[in-house]
């Protein structure tokens, strides 16, 4: 799945970071060599990347807080994207991207709930995003840190 995420998510995107459990070195080296010199916007270098490895002790968002918490600037890029390996991509995808733009929100994903607690009351504590796929502004990005990167 990462192959196609390479693939189809990148189309719009300066820089990739992987961040992956650290049982993986060997084999993401070959995949990121690969798609250096395959993919396009990587052999063009329109779009760098680069791996970084965890301890995968928190799953998918502490790998994506491992990644974050990495970076020097992160006022560097305008959006971020978050994409765990679960989702398999067909075409070039860039309506999250698109829509943080169009819209002037800090946060897009394929898929979202917002119920309330047993059916009563509505309001931002009610919403959850569950996706494989998010994209976030620098403030959505500092909002998802904030609750989402806290220590174990």
């Known amino acids: 799945s990462l192959w196609s995420e390479l ?11 992987v961040s992956a459990p650290t049982w993986s070195t060997d084999i993401l ?6 798609a250096k010199s395959t993919i ?17 002790d ?3 968002v502490g790998l994506w807080c491992d ?8 006022d560097a890029f305008d959006e971020y994207g978050i994409v765990n390996d679960s989702v398999f991509a067909l075409r070039e995808y860039t309506d999250i991207f698109d829509s943080l733009k169009a819209r ?26 569950e996706s494989v796929f998010r994209g976030l502004s620098k403030e959505g990005l500092n909002t998802f840190m904030d609750y ?4 174990a």
């Not at 990644?67 to 020097?72: N, V």
């Not at 989402?148 to 220590?151: G, I, L």
């Open 148 to 151: 989402s990167c806290v220590p």
């Open 104 to 129: 002037n929100i800090s946060l897009s994903s394929l898929s979202y709930s917002y119920s309330a607690k047993h059916f009563r009351g509505y309001g931002p504590e009610h919403f959850w995003v």
């Open 40 to 56: 396009p916007r990587f052999v063009n270098r329109e779009t760098t990347i680069e791996v970084q490895h965890h301890v995968n």
């Open 58 to 60: 928190r799953y998918d």
């Open 67 to 74: 990644a974050l918490a990495s970076l020097e600037d992160r």
């Open 29 to 34: 080296a070959k995949v990121v060599s690969e």
């Open 7 to 17: 693939e189809c998510f990148t189309a719009t995107v300066d820089h990739v970071i």
